[in-house]
């Protein structure tokens, strides 16, 4: 079992930045593929980015290449999202998910591989 808690939500404006992080519980967090994804009002939740368990690969979605960061500390049990650039669009729900995995290759991308989901912080992007 995973218990996840997302931080670092809040109202930016346009072009800022925040850096979300989730805090994950348990002592095999560095065996989890970890996930960001988010939804907004009317809309399915959707994949954001992805981090293998070592760190060493990452994937994000068409929308947010080049302006969002995914990391993660094993010794802190925590994976981070750095969110620069942001845009009115990016305003949603944001959640952390953890899934158990045996290899570092394996990194799911569908919402639907995700066992263990934190409670979600809001990122609000004025124009």
């Known amino acids: 079992q995973v218990q996840l808690v997302e931080s670092g939500g809040g109202l930016v404006q346009a072009g800022g930045s925040l850096r979300l992080s989730c805090a994950a519980s348990?002592?095999?967090?560095?065996?989890?593929?970890m996930g960001w994804f988010r939804q907004a009002p009317g809309k399915e939740r959707e994949f954001v980015a992805a981090?293998?368990?070592?760190?060493?690969?990452?994937f994000y979605a068409d929308s947010v290449k080049g302006r969002f960061t995914i990391s993660r500390d094993n010794a802190k049990n925590t994976v981070y999202l750095q969110m620069n650039s942001l845009k009115p669009q990016d305003t949603a729900v944001y959640y952390c998910?953890?899934?158990?995995?045996?290899?570092?290759?394996?990194?799911?991308?569908?919402?639907?591989?995700?066992?263990?989901w934190g409670q979600g912080t809001q990122v609000t992007v004025s124009s």
């Open positions: 998910a953890a899934d158990r995995v045996y290899s570092d290759s394996s990194v799911p991308l569908s919402r639907v591989q995700y066992p263990y």
């Open positions: 348990g002592r095999t967090f560095s065996n989890n593929s």
């Open positions: 981090i293998s368990r070592s760190g060493s690969r990452t």
